[in-house]
Structures are given as C-alpha cells and as structure tokens.
C-alpha cells in the first residue's frame, strides 16, 4: 500500500522556522522525484519544491526561494522541507507528492497534507 505521510506542521510566529516530513512507503521511493505543493486558504495549489532522485536538480518557487529547503533521505525513504523565516503568506496544507513515468504512463501519489499556520 502506497502511503506518503506528513508531519510536522502547526502554529509557529512569523519569522519562525518548522520542519516538514514525508515518510514514503509501498513504492520505490529512491526512483521518484518528490515534491512539496501547497494550498493557502481560498487559493489554488501551488507547487513550491521539487527535488530529483538524486538531490542534484532543485527547484524553487520566487515565494519561497531563500527561505525554503528541500531535502531527501533516500535511505530513510522521507522527503523534508526546512521553512525558516516564515510569513503570514505561508499559511497553507502543506503536501509532498512523488512523481514518476513509468513506460509513458505517469505515477503520482499524493500525502494527506499538514497544516501550517504562520500568525501571532
């Protein structure tokens, strides 16, 4: 059974700094790209991190750069997320997501998100 799992999040004062997990299991973690997407409330998803198998190609989002940093542990199989500096704006469901094409045809799976509240 595939199962990402996240933990985590919470309630943290702005400029503060949390640490978000991704435990993976039931798939070969080590061959998918893995992802952080987030939902601030009223908005739409927006994708803020990806990391490739390896580590060696990143991305970030312009919200987050500088702030954020994403890393993975393959053989824990778990996805991470440093968020430090955090602002109001930050304030969302936070999911990791992995990600990968297989013979043309593409795998995603998606956690269940964590919360993070960014206010005083």
């Known amino acids: 059974q595939v199962q990402l799992v996240e933990s985590g999040g919470g309630l943290v004062q702005p400029g503060g700094s949390l640490r978000l997990s991704c435990a993976a299991s039931?798939?070969?973690?080590?061959?998918?790209?893995m992802y952080w997407v987030r939902q601030a409330p009223g908005k739409g998803l927006e994708c803020i991190s990806y990391?490739?198998?390896?580590?060696?190609?990143?991305y970030y989002a312009d919200s987050v750069k500088g702030r954020f940093t994403i890393s993975r542990d393959n053989a824990k199989n778990t996805l991470y997320l440093q968020m430090n500096s955090l602002k109001s704006e930050d304030t969302a469901v936070y999911y990791c997501?992995?990600?990968?094409?297989?013979?043309?045809?593409?795998?995603?799976?998606w956690g269940q998100g964590t919360q993070v509240t960014v206010s005083s």
């Open positions: 990391i490739n198998t390896i580590g060696g190609d990143i």
């Open positions: 997501k992995g990600r990968m094409v297989i013979g043309g045809a593409l795998n995603e799976y």
């Open positions: 039931g798939f070969t973690f080590s061959r998918y790209w």
